[in-house]
C-alpha cells in the first residue's frame, strides 16, 4: 500500500485543521452509528494534534 503524499508547502496546523473539518462534515452526517463513533474519535485525536501542536510553538517554552 502506498503512502499518501504530503504537500510540503502546507504547514502541518493547516493540514490538521482542514482534515479536522473534513471529518467533522462527515460526522455530521452520519446518524449515530459505530462509524460515526470512530470518527468522533478520530476528530478528537485530530483537534487534540492541534492543540498540542499550538502549544509546542509558544515561544519560550523549555524544550530540553
Known amino acids: 500500500m ?10 502541518l496546523e493547516e493540514r490538521l ?17 459505530g462509524k ?3 470518527l ?5 485525536e485530530v483537534e487534540t494534534a492541534v492543540d498540542m501542536n499550538r502549544f509546542l510553538r509558544v515561544p519560550g517554552l523549555n524544550r530540553e
Open 36 to 38: 460515526r463513533d470512530d
Open 2 to 11: 502506498r503512502r499518501q503524499q504530503i504537500d510540503d508547502d502546507t504547514p
Open 40 to 44: 468522533v474519535e478520530r476528530l478528537r
Open 17 to 33: 485543521v482542514d482534515l479536522a473539518r473534513r471529518v467533522r462534515a462527515d460526522v455530521e452526517t452520519l446518524p449515530p452509528c
